[in-house]
């Protein structure tokens, strides 16, 4: 990477960081923070997995110093942020892969991560280990949804590409596909059934039928917005002219 590209990479990340604090605070409630996930999928593709790490790791430290927010600020971040690029990068460029990093990352190992944090650092009671779960997984599809339709548009108008070489990043031409991203929204609808299984546990004492029957219609909600996306998008045979 030549000195100009270097600095154009460092100068973006600083206007991430910069975002990021900025529009943190927007729909965030403990435990979820949309717009987080919006950038760190962006960062994750944009500039890859260790300065999309550095950069939640900056935003995070920031919002804990300046904003008085917990240590969820770093846990519902670096994971997601890091195993985004990872995906990314070992999927030779499919913005999905990105997205279900995202997910998997912040979703899951963050949540987990975050009982031990905030029982025994922030001294939170009343906590279990998959506490936060439900909701830093609504928080990864909200803003995770939102980075990735920004990324696919960017990759549609062959823009993408162009920013990724300016930045200095490595550069996937074709990684998507419509299969690709037809089986990634199917495969969070799994997520989604498994957060909706922890949401009902831990929050409703005596689950009736419309709860128990909640995990299933997630699921099926997913896999219909699959094969509405396939189709959608599918390119129309052309009829040849008689």
């Known amino acids: ?47 890859g997995p260790w300065y999309a790490f550095i950069c939640a790791l900056a935003i995070g430290i920031i919002r804990m110093a300046f904003m008085g927010i917990p240590p969820l600020a770093l846990t519902g971040a670096v994971f997601g942020a890091f195993l985004s690029g990872m995906l990314y990068r070992l999927s ?55 980075g990735f339709i920004f990324l696919k548009h960017l990759q549609k108008a062959k823009l993408l590409s162009r920013f990724q070489d300016a930045l200095g990043s490595r550069v996937y031409e074709g990684g998507d596909t419509l299969a690709n991203d037809a089986l990634g929204i199917a495969f969070l609808g799994f997520i989604g059934y498994l957060a909706t299984v922890v949401a009902v546990r831990l929050f409703v004492e005596t689950p009736g039928p419309v709860a128990n029957s909640l995990k ?27």
């Open 1 to 47: 990477m030549n000195t100009n590209k270097h600095v154009t990479k460092l100068v973006f990340l600083a206007m991430m960081v910069a975002l990021g604090v900025v529009i943190s605070p927007i729909l965030r409630v403990e435990g979820m923070c949309p717009m987080a996930h919006f950038i760190n999928v962006t960062c994750a593709v944009m500039l």
């Open 92 to 146: 030779k460029g499919k913005l999905v892969c990105a997205f279900i990093g995202e997910v998997i990352g912040t979703g899951i190992i963050g949540a987990i991560v975050s009982y031990p944090v905030m029982t025994f650092i922030w001294g939170r009671t009343g906590l279990t280990w998959f506490f936060y779960v439900p909701s830093f997984i609504a928080g990864t599809l909200i803003g995770g949804s939102i």
């Open 216 to 242: 299933y219609i997630v699921f099926a909600a997913f896999l219909a917005g699959a094969v509405i996306y396939w189709f959608a998008n599918k390119p129309k045979a052309v009829s040849k002219a008689a």
